[in-house]
């Protein structure tokens, strides 16, 4: 990794994963390698917005990255039962 960005606030629903979103799809745009973690256990929007619905696949005890709209993510959201959400 070169370099690390991370998007955060102490308050719920101020569009954090929205704008992570975004930096990452411009980055993406420009030819950066980008990958994203969505550790909002809360309220994980991520696969949402990538418009993702199945659990990522593993390799022995390594799960692979989800790839969506051009970037590498991974998100609570694919982890939890849907119900729960």
Known sequence: ????????SGKGG???STVAV???A??????AAVG???GDI????MPIMLG??????SVGPRMIP???SGLRFMSMGLLVNPISR
Do not use: C, F, R, W
Request: hydrophobic share 45%.
């Open 42 to 45: 809360y309220g994980p929007t």
């Open 14 to 16: 101020v569009g954090k």
């Open 22 to 24: 975004n930096i990452a």
């Open 36 to 38: 994203l973690l969505d």
């Open 1 to 8: 990794m070169k370099n690390i960005v991370a998007v955060g």
């Open 26 to 31: 411009s980055l993406a745009a420009q030819g």
């Open 52 to 57: 993702v619905e199945h659990p990522p696949k």
């Open 66 to 68: 989800i790839e969506a």
